[in-house]
């Protein structure tokens, strides 16, 4: 393809392209998560606006051009020019651009008093072992807050989650957190905080001499490339002995519920192992 020129215009109006109404033009179906959507054909990859981010890829994110640089594998041009909407000439909505707010620094939630509700909710909806959320709630990793609403009139009762750095600072919360909370050398990562807990109450046995990571994947195809590429960067970083545990029902906490003789909900079909020796080949 010979040199293709673009105006700053053009390369700003492709860069601003709202991703959502990109990609269900292309056929994608995108799933609500929080205030951001996720790819159905991709887990890993949420877009908001037009930015994106690839949670399983160590890192990578960008605007609109870099995405599809990216996700369909395009030149710089050809990315542009399918923004544009191409030979169809398809108008794309744009993405409000959103007023840079200054980010005071990081504050956790108020906290309360006690833990009852949050031990109530983990306990008898979430079916938690008492030992286990006892143990993250004594290190602070779990906590019931004490929040108002902005007239005062209503107080909210909060679990939050809470990821601290190596010196103990706390620096996120909710459920992206990452809790290191034993010392054996074997680390294991989970879609959400709730999974997290729910294999440990499955599986009790030595758990504190361990270390638990919190992350976005789902028990699919898409969830299962995601962990193949985290099991990449982990053997790129020397960590030679990993493995991948499936649960038997949705994720770990319907394993639990099924336990307990609860309804769970089925997981999907499980990718053969060949789709994963494939895509590890793949990226080799």
């Given amino acids: ?17 709202d991703l959502k109404d990109f990609l269900e033009r292309q ?20 877009i908001r606006g037009n930015r994106w981010y690839d949670h399983g890829s160590g890192g990578k994110g960008g605007v609109a ?3 599809v640089i990216y996700y369909y594998g395009k030149s710089f041009p050809d990315a542009v020019s399918m923004l544009l909407g191409g030979e169809q000439e398809e108008t ?7 007023e840079e707010v200054p980010r005071g620094p ?9 833990m009852r509700r949050v031990f109530a909710y983990l306990l008898k909806s979430w079916m938690l072992d008492y030992e286990v959320v006892s143990a993250f ?3 602070k990793l779990i906590y019931e807050s004490l929040e108002s609403s902005r007239d005062g009139s209503r107080q909210y009762h909060n679990a939050i989650f809470v990821g601290y750095d190596p010196e103990g600072k706390a620096r996120h919360a909710h459920k992206k957190g990452i809790y290191t909370v034993g010392k054996s050398s074997e680390v294991y990562v989970f879609e959400a905080p709730i ?16 270390s638990y990571v919190s992350l976005c994947l789902d028990h699919d195809e898409a969830g299962m490339e995601a962990a193949v590429r985290i099991q ?19 994720d770990w906490n319907e394993d639990l519920k099924a336990a307990h003789g609860m309804v769970a909900v089925p997981a999907e079909e499980k990718p053969p192992p060949e789709l994963v020796e494939e895509k590890m080949l793949q990226m080799a």
């Fill in 1 to 17: 393809m010979g040199y293709v020129y673009f105006t700053e215009e053009q390369k700003e109006r492709a860069n601003t392209v």
């Fill in 27 to 46: 056929g994608e179906r995108l799933l609500r998560s929080g205030p951001e959507w996720r790819m159905s054909s991709d887990h890993s990859i949420t």
């Fill in 65 to 67: 051009i870099d995405f």
């Fill in 92 to 98: 794309y909505r744009q993405s409000k651009k959103q």
């Fill in 106 to 114: 990081f504050t956790l939630p108020a906290v309360n008093e006690n």
């Fill in 137 to 139: 709630a004594e290190k």
């Fill in 195 to 210: 999974d997290l807990l729910s294999y440990i109450s499955l599986n009790k046995a030595g758990w504190k001499n361990h």
């Fill in 232 to 250: 990449e960067k982990l053997t790129e970083a020397g960590y030679l002995d990993t493995e991948l545990y499936l649960s038997h029902w949705k």
